[in-house]
């Protein structure tokens, strides 16, 4: 029998990512406990606020089994918050903020801004080969290094802007951050892609 992908939901928007997965066809169980963290194939960390997913995932017992989790090799897409959270590192965290980290790369938090300078935009991305992805940015984090473990699957173009070719998604193995929200446009190619390295 084929585990749910599990989506992350302590807090943001993870109703909307289980809502992604059932448009694929793909059974999805919001995770709370160590119990329905394992009784899952992968796992979607939302958009949302990553200092409070840190606090909260603390309280509820899953931050060192998620991190344990994602050091086995647990399939694991982090949106926004959820990219942050999958980062080794965070420049400009606040005071004893910690990550689940796994993903090789550096970021900053609100790169883009306020909630008032939120964007969308078509993207290419590695691995989707019909047409560019449609990306929303709110809040959202900027990749500002990339170790030698990970790959970019997404960056912005080279438009002359302050974020002029930023990086906006990795990929390492089995885990994927992007900066963006593709949850929220109904952009469901990059769900697809995860759905296969988690149910594979």
Do not use: W
Request: charged share 20%; aromatic share 6%; net charge negative.
């Amino acid at each position: 029998m084929t585990l749910p992908i599990g989506v992350l939901a302590l807090q943001g928007d993870f109703r909307e990512h289980a809502a992604a997965l059932a448009r694929i066809g793909v059974d999805s169980l919001k995770v709370r406990t160590v119990l329905e963290l394992n009784a899952v194939s992968g796992l979607i960390i939302p958009g949302g606020e990553s200092t409070v997913m840190h606090k909260l995932s603390v309280t509820y017992g899953l931050f060192e089994p998620i991190r344990q989790k994602i050091q086995s090799g647990l399939p694991v897409f982090g949106t926004c918050a959820g990219l942050i959270m999958l980062s080794d590192t965070i420049i400009d965290g606040i005071v004893g903020q910690e990550t689940f980290g796994g993903l090789d790369v550096e970021v900053k938090r609100n790169a883009f801004g306020h909630q008032t300078d939120s964007f969308e935009i078509d993207l290419d991305f590695a691995g989707i080969d019909d047409g560019p992805v449609h990306a929303a940015f709110i809040r959202a984090p900027l990749i500002t290094r990339v170790g030698p473990k990970a790959r970019v699957v997404a960056q912005l173009p080279e438009d002359g802007s302050s974020h002029s070719g930023g990086v906006v998604g990795v990929q390492q193995e089995n885990l994927l951050g992007i900066s963006f929200h593709p949850e929220v446009t109904g952009e469901d190619r990059i769900h697809r892609l995860f759905a296969k390295l988690a149910l594979a």
